[in-house]
């Protein structure tokens, strides 16, 4: 039964000077959905009529009660218990958070006073409803509700009624096979698993009896279950066919992305596939989910203050080069957002060249690269350079071309972010001339470099202390005096699925070019030249920042040690 019309929600929508939504789109919408209705809400959102944040508030301001999008809530184990998955499908409802006895419920129709007296006995106990639109609401019970089981369950159904053999399949039957019910269902399961565990990376990986699959959740690899290789085939073709790849070629890698609707948003994925001994192996990496990652400020990523206020001054330069380096994966485009929300303003001219866009920011003119059609970063940034810019960011300087163009940039007054896979901040400005840009243009262009790691975090719900052995301190610290001081892990728990560990901490090291690293640079002078040159600012190296996280009790020795694969003290 749709909801009776929301007469208040009309009057909050149509009316002022001038109305939020035109009397005619109101209208029409009304006519074909009817007015005041889910179903009308809905539409505004999904026709982009009203900001859905600022739809939905409106539509619990006239109903009296608050909106909550529960694909960005902290929804906890103890909340999902309360309602059993097939009840929550059923009653377009599902359990946030429980605090003091009282459920915090998200439902579609939080006004019907029968169906919250029906959850509130399911629950047995009392409930807080709040509002959420019906597709948010669907998608968070398939990403919460996910398990390993439930994915076996999808795989053993399949099996079950379909026949499959290792022989190989024609184009269009592996299509077939690719576009099937259960397909569908199993990759689903799988993608909503991974999103429910915060996992960054999905492998799918043949073996000689079976596949496997693996998550990496906060820099571990774990396995998550394994199924028959019959089924493997049938897997992969449905991947390539969401990432638009070639179903018949299984001989050479290939690269892609999908697009898949979470709620009103986009969760984004980066596919790639590689030939191996017992089949395809496909690496699914979790890129995001449009619109809805937190951007960070720089008073949020957890920057030691040593390193954070040097860096804000370095910003706030009208022109040069920062850039931020470190291994994929390691946070680098989380700071950048973090630099261009502290930049941006209405009295600066911000573009990007990104790939993918991760984080829509009002105010920022942001680029996709669209390489298929010639739109890559050197081409952008070219045309960039004619719009006027205060400040650029450029993704990833991957060729010569690109970073002759960003010290070009920087040297005729424009202020250019980016990142640079190097393993160390000195080791950035000896990659830049490797790529083939002269001394001469490296050595005035680059302002500084911020080398960051991630660790992962210690459990806050299993968190212990304890006192290492001397020699670690030793090791480590060369101090004694840290004797008596308490040092933390994690024992393992649920939260933590058992590791200890649960979200990530960065650490950093920040160079500062001084004229002394310039004449070093121009000179062709050594890394340890460099890094000698940059200790008489302060320059600290990554272990230093590290070990400082390891005293303030956020992560282990051993992350520190696993995260810094080069020689700390160069």
């Known amino acids: 039964m749709p909801a009776a019309p929301n007469s208040r929600f009309l009057e909050l929508i149509s009316t002022g000077v001038p109305p939020l939504v035109p009397a005619d789109v109101v209208a029409a919408l009304g006519a074909d959905h009817g007015p005041g209705t889910l179903a009308m809400l809905q539409a505004l959102v999904t026709n982009k009529h009203l900001p859905k944040d600022q739809a939905c508030t409106l539509w619990g301001n006239s109903i009296g009660i608050a909106y909550v999008d529960p694909l960005v809530s902290l929804i906890s184990d103890e909340a999902l218990a309360t309602i059993p998955h097939e009840i929550a499908a059923k009653t377009r409802a ?74 190989a399949l024609s184009p269009e039957a592996l299509q077939s096979l690719g576009e099937s019910t259960g397909v569908i269902q ?116 957890m920057m030691s203050q040593t390193i954070l206020r040097p860096f804000r001054r370095l910003i706030q330069s009208p022109n040069g080069i920062v850039f931020v380096t470190g291994p994929t994966g390691s946070g680098k485009t989380t700071t950048l957002y973090a630099v261009l929300h502290e930049l941006n303003s209405v009295g600066l001219n911000i573009s990007t060249i990104e790939d993918p866009i991760e984080i829509q920011m009002a105010g920022v003119n942001q680029t996709q690269v669209k390489s298929d059609i010639g739109l890559d970063f050197a081409s952008m940034l070219r045309a960039l350079l004619r719009q006027d810019p205060d400040v650029m960011l450029v993704g990833e300087i991957r060729d010569a071309e690109t970073a002759k163009i960003a010290t070009e940039a920087a040297l005729t007054g424009h202020l250019v972010l980016a990142t640079l896979h190097t393993n160390s901040a000195p080791q ?48 480590y610290f060369q101090d004694e005096g840290l004797a008596d001081v308490p040092f933390y892990r994690g024992k393992g728990c649920p939260y933590c699925r058992g590791t200890g560990y649960r979200g990530r901490v960065a650490f950093h090291e920040l160079v500062l070019v001084t004229e002394e690293i310039r004449a070093h640079i121009s000179s062709g002078r050594s890394v340890s ?22 005293l303030l009790g956020l992560t282990t020795i051993e992350q520190i040690e696993e995260n810094s694969s080069f020689e700390w003290d160069a």
Do not use: W
């Open 94 to 167: 599902i359990p946030i958070y429980l605090i003091d006895g009282v459920v915090t419920v998200a439902m579609a129709e939080p006004e019907n006073p029968e169906l919250v007296r029906r959850i509130g006995h399911i629950v047995q106990g009392p409930i807080s409803p709040v509002f959420a639109l019906p597709c948010e609401i669907a998608d968070a019970i398939a990403v919460h509700y996910s398990t390993e089981k439930g994915i076996g369950d999808c795989l053993n159904e399949f099996a079950k009624t379909h026949s499959l053999s290792a022989a």
């Open 186 to 301: 199993i990759v689903d399961a799988v993608i909503h698993f991974a999103l429910r565990e915060r996992a960054t990376d999905i492998h799918i990986e043949p073996q000689e009896e079976h596949t496997r699959i693996r998550f990496r959740v906060d820099g571990f690899l774990r396995e998550v279950l394994t199924f028959a290789k019959v089924l493997h085939n049938a897997i992969v073709t449905r991947i390539k066919i969401l990432a638009d790849l070639d179903i018949s070629e299984n001989r050479l890698p290939q690269d892609g992305r999908i697009v898949l609707p979470l709620g009103t948003n986009k969760a984004n994925f980066r596919i790639s596939t590689i030939p191996s001994q017992y089949g395809e192996k496909v690496v699914v990496r979790v890129l995001n989910i449009t619109g809805k990652k937190e951007v960070l400020t720089l008073d949020k990523v």
């Open 428 to 475: 950035a400005v000896l990659r830049l001339m490797e790529m083939g840009v002269a001394p001469y243009m490296v050595a005035p262009s680059v302002i500084g470099v911020l080398a960051q790691r991630l660790a992962a975090r210690i459990c806050e719900k299993c968190k212990e202390a304890y006192f290492p052995p001397r020699e670690v301190l030793q090791k």
């Open 529 to 550: 030249d460099i890094v000698a040159a940059a200790r008489k600012v302060g320059y600290q190296t990554l272990r230093y920042d590290g070990l400082k996280k390891v």
